[in-house]
């Protein structure tokens, strides 16, 4: 399985993209050969896509083009989680025209509903294995889903996802990823809300791997009551920084692997994370750097092999001991 974090199309990208026949798929085309080899492929898409008929907007509402999920599609990527605190930003014609948009790519979602049923556990079966992802966010940066319609994305709160996650057990999934979209922004560090939900989530016994974005850098990775949780994975594609605010490892994230295995007794089971880092390359299109594979090659031409040293440092310090070597 391969996972990423947050697909973030800030300004200058559209405009890169929309200026482009290729759209946005140019700046995956680094890390699709290990996209795709993955039996099942999860990013996080932040942003909804703009409603048809309406402007493009990013900051701080964003609308995008539609084109980014072709881009996803084509990098191979099969599901994305969709709740974050960019959700409602272009309404309820937003969160469908996102559904809509990732489904015309045959890309599966989790986190934004057209129906009441779309927001329900759904099971889905990789090489045998039935699976469920789940998805969630820590809010909406202020804005509130209609009272009649708060069906429509998910907010973190662990009675909820402990129920979703027993429901998608009595559906038959033989293991549940959840995704959540939590952290402060900017920090390595986890905050309260990370360590506790993470802690009730992995004893439940029903909750089988954890994926985070958010926090815009990259954050630890640790084994939670038996259970991994990946609690940050850093921006894959974005304009950060932007500003003094925002540090150089805003464009430091990675495709984070793990493999899927049953046990002696049919559990299924997640091996040790492997961490493949990854830079943004502003100066050069935006194109999603697979570090590792640059640095190790002697064709690295037309590449800053200084900025990705410093950002394999970077990454290092947080994820030193699951990078692949």
Not at 171 to 179: P, R
Not at 295 to 307: F, H, K, P, Q, Y
Request: net charge negative; hydrophobic share 40%; charged share 20%.
């Amino acid at each position: 399985m391969a996972f990423v974090g947050d697909i973030l199309p800030h300004s200058p990208l559209v405009a890169r993209a929309q200026g482009s026949e290729q759209g946005f798929s140019p700046m995956f085309e680094d890390i699709a050969p290990l996209v795709a080899s993955a039996d099942l492929a999860i990013c996080h898409l932040e942003t909804p896509i703009a409603p048809q008929g309406e402007e493009l907007s990013t900051f701080p509402f964003f609308g995008v083009p539609p084109t980014i999920t072709e881009a996803i599609a084509k990098a191979g990527f099969d599901r994305c989680s969709t709740a974050s605190n960019h959700t409602y930003d272009r309404g309820l014609k937003g969160i469908d025209e996102t559904v809509n948009a990732l489904l015309a790519n045959n890309v599966a979602q989790s986190g934004m509903a057209r129906t009441p049923r779309e927001i329900e556990p759904q099971t889905f079966s990789v090489k045998g294995v039935t699976l469920s992802h789940l998805s969630y966010t820590f809010s909406y940066n202020g804005l509130s889903l209609p009272q009649d319609q708060e069906w429509r994305s998910a907010l973190i709160n662990t009675d909820r996802i402990l129920r979703d996650a027993r429901t998608a057990r009595e559906l038959g999934a033989d293991a549940v990823i959840v995704s959540m979209h939590w952290g402060n922004e900017m920090s390595h560090q986890l905050n309260s809300q990370q360590v506790s939900v993470a802690d009730a989530l992995t004893e439940s016994g029903d909750v089988d791997l954890i994926v985070g974005h958010h926090a815009h850098v990259v954050q630890p990775i640790e084994k939670v009551n038996g259970v991994w949780v990946m609690y940050g994975m850093g921006n894959v594609l974005s304009n950060l920084p932007t500003d003094e605010r925002w540090p150089a490892s805003s464009q430091d994230a990675g495709v984070f692997t793990i493999t899927m295995r049953h046990n002696k007794a049919g559990k299924v089971l997640f091996d040790t994370p492997v961490v493949h880092p990854t830079w943004v390359d502003k100066q050069n299109g935006w194109i999603i750097r697979d570090i590792t594979k640059l640095l190790a090659s002697s064709n690295t031409s037309g590449v800053n092999t200084r900025e990705l040293e410093l950002s394999l440092g970077r990454t290092s310090r947080v994820l030193g001991e699951f990078i692949t070597p």
